[in-house]
């Protein structure tokens, strides 16, 4: 079945890039999303991408598509307190339904 | 503006009691999905249901059952509850299976 994989954890300086990584096995993925979850709430929309893009950018956020190596990442520029929180990469492959197949979650710490 | 509203926030069972979790949207959306979250293991799908009228099985349907009860409403029961169903449970909602989700804040559900 599918498999979405990410790192646990990553810290940065207040100020500087994110970037957090995904790959994922699937290659009949038609959307990737990235989630952002705050403590004590529910996974909030932050971008997504179809599988025929290579890059979208939307403000502070840039997400890469590197569908031949299953590799998806999404780039904080200019990394605030406030985008502490845990970051979900999500794939739907073509015959899911409505199936999203998540990742095990990258925590973000951001240290002023 | 409720969007996705799940009842209650908090739940403490004792082994095999019964409960039923409420969720309830104010968007229009015509699906409706019950995920759990454990740590590490990102989002993991029960059931959902991609119109009012149908429900489909998810990655881990097992020790649970579902009502669609109208457009709105989507509930979560669970029969005989067991330790390994503590997690936290989210409902979501889309407009369309290809459409992304949105999801209520959680319930934390503790299973003694």
């Known amino acids: 079945g599918e498999d979405v994989e990410q790192s646990l954890f990553l810290s940065v300086r207040e100020g500087d890039s994110s970037v957090i990584n995904c790959t994922y096995t699937d290659s009949s993925s038609t959307y990737l999303y990235w989630y952002k979850q705050e403590p004590g709430a529910g996974l909030q929309l932050l971008t997504y991408i179809f599988s025929n893009m290579d890059m979208k950018q939307d403000q502070r956020l840039t997400v890469l598509l590197n569908k031949k190596d299953k590799h998806l990442s999404l780039r904080i520029a200019d990394t605030q307190t406030g985008d502490s929180a845990i970051y979900f990469c999500?794939?739907?492959?073509?015959?899911?339904?409505?199936?999203?197949?998540f990742g095990g979650g990258t925590r973000l710490m951001v240290k002023p | 503006n409720a969007g996705v509203t799940q009842t209650p926030k908090f739940q403490v069972l004792k082994t095999g009691q019964s409960m039923t979790l409420q969720c309830a949207q104010d968007?229009?959306?015509?699906?409706m999905y019950w995920y759990r979250q454990d740590p590490g293991m990102g989002l993991r799908l029960i059931y959902y249901s991609a119109s009012e009228g149908t429900t489909d099985k998810g990655e881990v349907p097992n020790g649970y059952n579902v009502s669609r009860l109208n457009k709105r409403e989507f509930s979560l029961r669970l029969e005989s509850a067991a330790p390994s169903q503590t997690s936290v449970y989210f409902c979501?909602?889309?407009?369309?299976?290809?459409?992304?989700?949105?999801f209520g804040n959680g319930t934390r559900l503790t299973v003694t």
């Open positions: 968007m229009n959306h015509n699906s």
């Open positions: 979501a909602s889309s407009p369309d299976g290809n459409s992304p989700l949105h």
């Open positions: 999500a794939e739907k492959a073509q015959n899911a339904g409505n199936m999203l197949t």
